[in-house]
């Protein structure tokens, strides 16, 4: 059984930086095409980076560019959101998934086969 769980959500203020992180178990790491969505009160859930089975293509939401980024850890297991410049509108819950890696696209939530908890980002003004 696949499972993900995120950590390194928080309260921050506008400008500063964040690092989420996702740890997966009971699967093949490098099989899986790692993606995060997020999801604020009152939102659809919406994508925001994606990282290939290989970690080789990343995709980005425009609206994170250049400020986010995307990486991952193959010996750990892990995936990790770093986020700088941080923005009141960047305040959700953010989700870490994953999904095989040949199947469906990483811009839609939809292609993705398993899904962490969440992690609350509160980002103040």
């Known amino acids: 059984q696949v499972q993900l769980v995120e950590s390194g959500g928080g309260l921050v203020q506008a400008g500063g930086s964040l690092r989420l992180a996702c740890v997966v178990s009971?699967?093949?790491?490098?099989?899986?095409?790692m993606g995060w969505f997020r999801q604020a009160p009152g939102k659809e859930r919406e994508f925001v980076s994606a990282?290939?089975?290989?970690?080789?293509?990343?995709y980005y939401a425009d609206s994170v560019k250049g400020r986010f980024t995307i990486f991952t850890n193959n010996a750990k297991n892990m995936v990790y959101l770093q986020m700088n410049s941080l923005k009141p509108e960047d305040t959700a819950i953010y989700y870490c998934?994953?999904?095989?890696?040949?199947?469906?696209?990483?811009?839609?939530?939809?292609?993705?086969?398993?899904w962490g908890q969440g992690t609350q980002v509160t980002v103040s003004s």
């Open positions: 990282i290939g089975g290989s970690g080789g293509s990343t």
């Open positions: 998934a994953a999904k095989y890696d040949y199947r469906g696209s990483y811009y839609s939530p939809l292609a993705y086969d398993y």
């Open positions: 009971g699967g093949t790491f490098m099989r899986y095409g």
